[in-house]
């Protein structure tokens, strides 16, 4: 098998919940589906979804994600967990163990504070769980929210944000299809809850009667 070094620039993680779902980062992207265990090894998925930013020329992105949209077995030894497919297999080690350098090794990565300004990134993601939710906001172009596991989702121009002065949070405010959409995002560190990925930000998510929690950065 081909060894490819990962860095912290470049994680590729996976976190399991008990509901039967599954999310995580590869490489620029975040990735999410429901799985199925036997406790036999056995294991299946329902397919991947995942965000669909353009990666790096020399991602494995793509594979990471093949893998675990086409996986056939499961096996948990000395603390790895391997996900097997039928051409591939991914190798997943604690974050402690990051050192190691087998393509789909769980290697999470930090993010430097976001810096109070006063000026708008070109483009942001942030992302959440129970229920899984991704959000993209390109400045001058597109809000997009997908939500409920990416079953559902909205579109709007984006929205001049309304930015704090004193603790440059941004908020949008957004009507799409009837909806109301209003975004917050602080400069407050976040920490994934299930693959425990580091963020810069935290944001908050307020569609008509919801609210959902959840981590971002520029991009």
């Known amino acids: 098998a081909v060894v490819v070094p990962l860095s912290p620039d470049a994680p590729y993680t996976i976190a399991f919940a008990v509901d039967g779902r599954f999310s995580g980062v590869a490489d620029c992207n975040r990735h999410f589906g429901s799985y199925d265990a036997d406790g036999a090894g056995g294991f299946s998925t329902d397919g991947v979804g995942s965000t669909r930013a353009m990666c790096p020329q020399q991602s494995i992105s793509n594979a990471f994600l093949d893998a675990i949209g086409t996986a056939d077995g499961v096996s948990l030894s000395n603390g790895h967990l391997r996900i097997v497919s039928p051409d591939k297999t991914l190798t997943f080690v604690p974050d402690a163990d990051a050192g190691s350098t087998q393509p789909g090794d ?25 229920p899984g939710w991704l959000l ?10 997908k939500y409920d596991y990416g079953q559902s989702e909205v579109r709007a121009a984006t929205p001049e ?6 603790s440059g949070a941004r908020t949008y405010r957004a009507a ?32 008509d009667d919801r609210t959902l929690q959840g981590c971002g950065r520029p991009q």
């Not at 769980?106 to 129970?130: D, H, K, M, W, Y």
């Not at 944000?161 to 004193?166: I, K």
């Not at 799409?176 to 998510?205: K, N, R, W, Y």
């Open 136 to 145: 993209e906001i390109t400045a001058g172009a597109e809000l997009v929210l």
């Open 176 to 207: 799409p299809d009837g909806h109301q959409l209003v975004v917050e995002i602080t400069q407050d560190p976040c920490s994934d809850t299930m693959s425990g990925e580091a963020f810069p930000a935290t944001v908050t998510v307020k569609l």
């Open 161 to 166: 944000p309304v930015t704090n002065p004193h």
């Open 106 to 130: 769980s290697v999470s990565g930090t993010s430097a504070p976001l810096q109070n300004t006063g000026s708008v990134p070109a483009s942001f993601r942030a992302a959440g769980n129970e």
